[in-house]
């Protein structure tokens, strides 16, 4: 597998834009399931995880193109084969792929797929998709290694459901099978983070009727005729964190363009807790030298709008730098402080109190070594610990970043860091009968040898 060499010592500085959010792009993607009209993407993430998807959707037979110059994708699904998805091991590859279950069982009224993967960040039960949709009247035919269910396409068994926590991808999931299903429901306890706004708003351009976008309480009423059109994909929020998080560990001068600072106010109070220094303009982040960082008492993620669980990460590392004794309180996933035990390795002074809270003693010096991305975030910072550490940083599985990060050495190098993505060549293996096991990667993306232009 490639993996990234990193030295340390450089101080970035320059400026830099946000592209869209892969957690907007994938469930709204996955909302043109929903139609037989065209959909039209733009501000698209270059990632892996969006040419995994495409690669699935052209599987089922569904037109799609990737313009990356242009930040654009386009998707027609109106004759595709949603059987074909029980035998998709791409699936598998990453969490967001449920996300085509409630858009097939609205249009289909069944639908089977791989239990979907992901990062390791913790116990992630698919029982609020599930029994949620069984609750409005779908049978769960198997649940286990497959997920199989069928909906009768007739009237809901309630119109009321209550959700056992905010879950993002259980709320996107829901109102996608609610909007294309022809009826009514309301859904309470919802997420309400802005890339679930995102998609919900583009539910409501395709056809449906939407109440409360932006509350932890919304009054679906679906369309079977819902319509295509144009979408643009939000900023990503947690990229704006880690670039930040990137100029304050090399004590940098950055400025971000195209940021929703809306999104980010829990990020920016906690920040201003450890001293640093930035400035709030329209749509840009500039975030200056920021020495002598102080330790904070306490940093605990939250739903939105409290501070992000895929932030904590980066803001571990950065506490790392601060003077003094800081707790991270991760509430939502046992997973996350894998990093933790990494930068460890590199010289990071930490006392685990259990699989959810740790403290976290600055600042201290790191030494470059051999460390591993764990999870998405985890590897994003590996590569920014890299850049403050002594001599050479080799970061391993980077498969994981190149799912959320677009280009990431390659902007990084551009603000002056030294970062060197070195390649491995394994085997070809076939998934889906479409792609080699790394669709999606720089090299090997089955989009990347396509026209750019539309063929729709």
């Keep these: 597998m490639d993996y990234f060499l990193v030295e340390g010592g450089a101080r970035l500085s320059g400026e830099i834009r946000i592209p869209g959010a892969k957690n907007a792009a994938l469930p709204m993607m996955c909302a043109a399931l929903l139609t037989e009209e065209t959909c039209t993407f733009h501000n698209v993430p270059e990632i892996s995880d969006i040419g995994v998807l495409l690669g699935i959707f052209d599987y089922l037979g569904a037109q799609t193109s990737w313009d990356k110059e242009q930040k654009m994708v386009k998707i027609q699904a109106k004759n595709i084969d949603p059987s074909k998805l029980k035998s998709c091991e791409d699936v598998k590859k990453f969490r967001a792929s449920i996300l085509m279950l409630g858009p097939l069982l609205a249009r289909f009224g069944e639908c089977e797929l791989f239990a979907p993967g992901g990062d390791i960040i913790g116990a992630r039960s698919c029982d609020i998709h599930t029994k949620g949709m069984e609750t409005l009247g779908a049978e769960i035919v198997s649940e286990g290694e497959t997920i199989h269910l069928k909906y009768d396409q007739k009237d809901f068994a309630t119109d009321r459901l209550l959700l056992t926590e905010a879950s993002v991808t259980g709320t996107e999931n829901l109102s996608l099978f609610i909007a294309g299903s022809g009826n009514a429901a309301e859904l309470f306890f919802t997420a309400a983070e802005p890339h679930v706004c995102a998609t919900l708003k583009m539910l409501q351009t395709m056809g449906a009727e939407i109440q409360g976008i932006g509350t932890h309480h919304l009054k679906i009423s679906g369309s079977k005729k819902l319509q295509g059109g144009g979408f643009t994909i939000p900023p990503d929020g947690i990229l704006v964190g880690t670039y930040s998080i990137a100029a304050l560990l090399t004590e940098g001068d950055i400025k ?157 190098t551009a603000l002056g860091a030294k970062i060197t993505r070195v390649e491995e060549v394994l085997p070809e293996r076939q998934h889906c009968g479409i792609s080699p096991d790394t669709v999606g990667a720089p090299a090997l993306d089955p989009h990347s040898q396509r026209a750019c232009k539309s063929e729709l």
Aim: proline content about 2%; aromatic content about 10%; charged content about 20%.
């Design 256 to 412: 971000i363009h195209n940021v929703d600072h809306n999104e980010l106010l829990s990020f920016y109070g906690v920040l201003k807790q450890t001293g640093a220094q930035f400035d709030m303009k329209p749509n840009t982040l500039h975030v200056r030298k920021s020495p002598n960082l102080k330790a904070i008492r306490k940093i605990q993620t939250a739903i939105f709008p409290g501070f992000s669980s895929d932030l904590q990460s980066l803001f571990g590392l950065l506490l790392t730098q601060c003077e003094g004794e800081s707790m991270i309180f991760e509430t939502l996933y046992e997973g996350r402080f894998t990093y933790l035990s990494e930068l460890e390795k590199m010289g990071a002074k930490v006392e685990f109190l259990n699989v959810h809270q740790a403290k976290v003693f600055g600042k201290t010096n790191f030494v470059g070594t051999e460390v591993q991305s764990w999870d998405l975030r985890a590897g994003a910072a590996m590569v920014l610990a890299g850049l403050i550490a002594e001599g050479q940083t080799k970061v391993t599985n980077i498969d994981y970043i190149d799912r959320g990060y677009e280009h990431f050495a390659k902007n990084l």
